[in-house]
């Protein structure tokens, strides 16, 4: 479960920006997951429902914030939302597109503390 490697880097970020701020409590922490980033987000809760105990971030509120994928047809020089993750066929020509233009997001993005 890579999930849990992320939720350890994006603990510790919040910790680092936590400790910076003179924060003493995280109370929220807001996270970017895009449709394309190949991160589950119940996954991602689960991992940090594990890790939180014992830090300064216990019990604080995990937000995932879902980012809908978003693909380009230069052809139609049109965006498109593409209905799977792995064929981005542009639905007025039909040509398969590769330009991403949101969907790979995986950030931390708010934090909340006391
Ligand atoms: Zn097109």
Do not use: N, W
Not at 15 to 39: E, F, N, P
């Amino acid at each position: 479960m890579h999930e849990l490697g992320i939720a350890e880097s994006a603990l510790e970020l919040a910790l680092t920006q936590a400790h910076s701020a003179g924060a003493s409590r995280v109370l929220r922490i807001v996270i970017r997951v895009g449709a394309l980033s190949g991160v589950d987000a119940e996954a991602l809760r689960f991992a940090f429902t594990v890790i939180l105990p014992g830090t300064a971030a216990e019990g604080a509120t995990l937000q995932i914030d879902p980012v809908a994928a978003i693909a380009y047809c230069p052809a139609c020089q049109k965006d498109f939302f593409p209905d799977t993750d792995h064929f981005f066929e542009c639905p007025t020509c039909g040509q398969l597109c590769a330009t991403v233009k949101q969907g790979r997001e995986l950030d931390l993005v708010r934090l909340e503390m006391l």
